[in-house]
C-alpha cells in the first residue's frame, strides 16, 4: 500500500502515519502487517482494496474479520477505506480518521494500553508501544 492509498484533506491535515507496520502480541508471536499506523495513539489504518475481495471467498472476509478482532484485542482501533473514499470522500474520510484517533488517546488517557508491540517495515525511525505508555497528544 502506498501513500497515495491515503487520504489527505488540506481542511482536516492528519498525522503522519508510519506505513506497512508489524504488530506483534506481548510474546512476539506476529499478529497483523498493518498498512499504516499511528503508534502512540494505537490507531491501524487499512487501505482496502478491491482484488482482494473480488474473488467473492467468504474465507476470505472471515480472515480479515479475524485479523481485525486480534488488533482490537491488543488495544488498537481499526480505521477501513477504499480508493472510493479517498478519491471522492477525502474530508470525511480524514474526520472519520480524526475520531478514531480522539477516541484511542481518551483509551490512553483513561490508562488503557496497548498489548501489542509495533515494528516499522520500511526504513523509519523504530517506534515501539510499552503496554503502559500514557503519552498524550502534542
Known amino acids: 500500500t502506498s501513500r497515495t492509498s491515503f487520504p489527505a484533506s488540506p481542511r482536516a491535515p492528519l498525522p503522519e502515519p508510519e506505513p506497512q507496520v508489524w504488530i506483534t502480541n506481548s510474546r512476539a508471536a506476529p499478529i497483523a502487517r498493518v498498512d499504516f499506523l499511528w503508534n502512540r495513539p494505537g490507531v491501524v489504518g487499512e487501505a482496502d482494496g478491491a482484488v482482494k475481495y473480488a474473488s467473492g471467498d467468504p474465507a476470505i472476509l472471515l480472515a480479515e474479520k479475524r485479523r481485525q478482532e486480534r488488533l482490537e484485542s491488543l488495544g488498537f482501533i481499526v480505521v477501513r477505506?477504499?480508493?472510493h473514499d479517498v478519491t471522492t470522500q477525502a474530508s470525511q474520510t480524514s474526520r472519520r480518521i480524526q475520531a478514531a484517533l480522539d477516541r484511542a488517546w481518551r483509551a490512553r488517557s483513561a490508562g488503557i494500553?496497548?498489548?501489542?508491540?509495533?515494528?516499522?517495515?520500511?526504513p523509519v525511525s523504530p517506534i515501539i508501544t510499552h503496554p503502559n505508555e500514557q503519552d498524550s497528544p502534542a
Open 113 to 122: 494500553p496497548l498489548i501489542g508491540v509495533c515494528i516499522p517495515t520500511a
Open 81 to 83: 477505506w477504499d480508493l
